[in-house]
């Protein structure tokens, strides 16, 4: 894969995330009944980064729970011949809550369409906010995000990369060429 350029360097994503964290709190009149829930794999990191800055900002810790849409996926026969599939647990119950879904690139709407799947699943929320680092256009469901970090035009031949410190070693967001 041939990187193309540097959307994000590590300064660049600390200021979306401030950015989407007073977004959150301003758009929800606060942080009460608000749960993040982290779409695997570097959704789960964006919104622990998230939490983190709201706890900052509001003084009062945020949940975030991990949301594993294997099972949900209308590619699941794609992955591979037998897909590792566990089962989504939350500690905390969505019945009534302000659910902000996180993921870190935002695309067909795919994901998010079986994340929505997911959620209902496990409750009912009152109210379900999606917050994205990328959103790169190319919808293939009526999808879109209340939070966006940065919206970048995309060819389809073209693929973002998310990188955390946490999984990569390294913060940053390129577009690359495949």
Known sequence: MKTKSLILD???INRV????AHEIIEKNKGVEDLLLVGI???GIIFAQRLADKIQ???GKEMPVEILDITLYRDDLSEIG???ILEPCIFKSNINKKIVILVDDVLYTGRTVRAALDALVDL???RKVQL???IDRGHREFPIRPDFVGKNVPTSNSEI???KFEETDGINKVLICES
């Open 10 to 12: 590590e300064a660049a």
């Open 17 to 20: 995330i401030t950015r989407i």
């Open 40 to 42: 695997k794999t570097r």
């Open 56 to 58: 900052s900002i509001e």
């Open 81 to 83: 011949q037998k897909p």
């Open 123 to 125: 409750g009912r929320p």
């Open 131 to 133: 917050a994205v680092l």
């Open 160 to 162: 973002i990369n998310v």
